[in-house]
């Protein structure tokens, strides 16, 4: 059967911890990006340094009502066994989600685009989108052209990405006519991560996670 998710709430809970096999620890703590502009309700996840403005990112097939939306990261810190701490510590993004409602999420879906079935999807296999440059994002569907410049590495996206520094590797960039992007560079770096659809007791979205697979997935079953 595909992938398991587990319950994502857990991720985003002040002092989460986890361990991995190799003795490395790891404690999870929220951090708000800021809020994307979602005009028609169509979410795009995707590495935006890839596809954004290309015309080839497809939204997810799951629609919301326009609007405002805060994005978040969870930031693991992360502490190898027998090396000292430096004056930096150790982060990557563990997850970034987008909330549509503040409300418990009682299960979860795949997030996919119109045309993929999880249905046909093999052992803990699932749908995700590819990451080649160690970025994700959210924005919305009629936002893709609204960042000129992005493949030339110019403009607001790597703007906003350049001031960083040693924080949490999570940025906004503010597009033409109003659009935003919230950004996140992606765990352990390129690969492809899937991303779920959570839904409260009424059947309601409650959010967008992408999950990028920092966090052992016996961790936070087990929690």
Do not use: K
């Amino acid at each position: 059967m595909p992938m398991t998710p587990p319950d994502y709430a857990w991720h985003f809970t002040p002092g989460s911890a986890f361990a991995h096999h190799n003795g490395t620890t790891g404690t999870l703590a929220p951090v708000v990006i800021g809020d994307v502009t979602l005009p028609t309700g169509r979410v795009v996840a995707c590495d935006p340094f890839v596809l954004l403005g290309s015309g080839d990112a497809e939204p997810f097939a799951v629609t919301v009502a326009p609007g405002r939306y805060r994005a978040e990261a969870a930031v693991a810190t992360l502490v190898r066994p027998d090396t000292p701490q430096g004056a930096v510590p150790h982060t990557r993004v563990a997850a970034a989600r987008l909330v549509i409602r503040d409300a418990p999420a009682v299960s979860w879906e795949m997030a996919v685009e119109e045309g993929q079935d999880p249905s046909l999807l093999g052992e803990d296999e699932f749908y995700g989108y590819g990451v080649d440059a160690g970025t994700g994002c959210f924005y919305d569907a009629a936002a893709d052209g609204s960042f000129p410049g992005t493949e030339e590495e110019e403009g607001a996206v790597w703007a906003a990405m350049e001031t960083v520094g040693h924080g949490p590797a999570v940025f906004l960039a503010e597009g033409e006519e109003g659009h935003t992007l919230a950004g996140f560079t992606s765990g352990w770096g390129d690969g492809c991560y899937p991303t779920w659809i959570g839904r409260d007791a009424e059947g309601r979205v409650t959010c967008f996670v992408t999950d990028f697979l920092v966090v052992p997935p016996q961790a936070s079953a087990s929690a």
